[in-house]
T-cell receptor
Framework: EAGVTQFPSHSVIEKGQTVTLRCDPI?????LYWYRRVMGKEIKFLLH????????ESGMPNNRFLAERTGGTYSTLKVQPAELEDSGVYFC?????????????FGPGTRLTVL | AQSVTQLGSHVSVSEGALVLLRCNYS??????LFWYVQYPNQGLQLLLK??????LVKGINGFEAEFKKSETSFHLTKPSAHMSDAAEYFC????????????FGTGTKLQVIP
């Protein structure tokens, strides 16, 4: 069974440019999460989809970030325009259920560097 | 509000020695607690989780953790470190009552010295 995949693995862009990250969850997982880890800090929750709907987007830093999940399958996270402080590793995770004890399966992350 | 504190961003142990990674949590309601591991160039992998059953939880690769409510701790241990244990370890907390987002600690990098 394929795990959570993310594309690209690395992205280097200049300040002001746009970047789109993609996440493909495990097949059948309705719950999809985005997290971000800025260097040296904790992994922080960004948002949670249940199918194509946003369940919780309380962690999104500002309106330069736009997440979508078309048809409840893969998800994209677009940063427009990118700023220096957006650099970090963006993780995607998916799970079957969304209860408190659920196991989230993580992708390898996309390392974003904004110059 | 919930939070997680991991003591020590870097821990070094000799191969064969005890591994002890510390995690303290803060939660106003009974927590669910997790340890994840991230090997280089890979995603986070669940090591073990506590969901209010047995307080001593056994996970993969010989790791275990004990939930101590009185100390608000969930330390990760392994009796004998292997070189393959070198990775970054994250403690995380959420709590019961339907959907709850996960809060992570800052991570501890484990170095195993031959």
């Amino acid at each position: 069974e394929a795990g959570v995949t993310q594309f690209p693995s690395h992205s280097v862009i200049e300040k002001g440019q746009t970047v789109t990250l993609r996440c493909d969850p495990i097949s059948g997982h309705d719950n999809l999460y985005w997290y971000r880890r800025v260097m040296g800090k904790e992994i922080k929750f960004l948002l949670h989809f249940v199918k194509e709907s946003k369940q919780d987007e309380s962690g999104m830093p500002n309106n330069r970030f736009l997440a979508e999940r078309t048809g409840g399958t893969y998800s994209t996270l677009k940063v427009q325009p990118a700023e220096l402080e957006d650099s970090g590793v963006y993780f995607c995770a998916s799970s079957l259920t969304s209860g408190g004890g659920n196991e989230q399966f993580f992708g390898p992350g996309t390392r974003l560097t904004v110059l | 509000a919930q939070s997680v504190t991991q003591l020590g961003s870097h821990v070094s142990v000799s191969e064969g020695a005890l591994v002890l990674l510390r995690c303290n949590y803060s939660s106003s309601v009974p927590p669910y607690l997790f340890w994840y591991v991230q090997y280089p160039n890979q995603g986070l992998q669940l090591l073990l989780k506590y969901t209010s059953a047995a307080t001593l939880v056994k996970g993969i690769n010989g790791f275990e953790a004990e939930f101590k409510k009185s100390e608000t701790s969930f330390h990760l241990t392994k009796p004998s470190a292997h070189m393959s244990d070198a990775a970054e370890y994250f403690c995380a907390v959420t709590y019961s009552g339907g959907y709850q987002k996960v809060t992570f600690g800052t991570g501890t990098k484990l170095q195993v010295i031959p």
